[in-house]
């Protein structure tokens, strides 16, 4: 009766298929890390390529911060829209995007002679259009 000769090489060694294994498991790993890295740059790109297509609604513009104004003690004659009403003006052309609103009101000193002086305050908000 013959033995059939068998081979070292005939079959990898079980140690040479568990490094395969792990360095395999590992590369698995690292590209799942990486991908999860890069998340937001891949979906950056592909919502920026969405709205250049048009299938996707833009991004909102930022609401701009408007600053009040409170004007300088002054005499009677003036009025809240004197005061108040160049501002709304200037931040309505720079803001055509959105509805620049107005809120403004006065109070008054008057000294022991009797003298009114008045002060006018206004305050701007921006919403969309």
């Avoid at 998340?39 to 919502?47: D, K, L, N, Q, R």
């Avoid at 911060?65 to 009025?79: F, Q, T």
């Avoid at 200037?90 to 509805?99: G, L």
């Avoid at 006065?106 to 002086?117: A, I, M, R």
Wanted: glycine share 10%; charged share 15%.
């Amino acid at each position: 009766m013959k033995h059939a000769a068998v081979h070292k090489n005939d079959n990898p060694p079980a140690k040479g298929r568990i490094v395969a294994g792990i360095v395999a498991g590992a590369a698995i790993v690292a590209g799942i890390a990486t991908f999860m890295n890069n998340t937001e740059t891949i979906g950056s790109f592909a919502h920026r390529s969405c709205q250049l297509a048009g299938l996707c609604a833009k991004d909102p513009i930022p609401t701009p911060n408007l600053a009040g104004y409170d004007s300088p003690a002054m005499g009677g004659g003036h009025n809240q829209t004197e005061q108040c009403g160049p501002l709304l003006q200037k931040y309505q052309q720079e803001n055509p995007q959105f509805n620049v609103t107005l809120k403004s009101w006065e109070d008054n000193d008057k000294d022991f002679l009797g003298h009114v002086t008045y002060h006018y305050h206004c305050r701007y908000s921006a919403t969309p259009k």
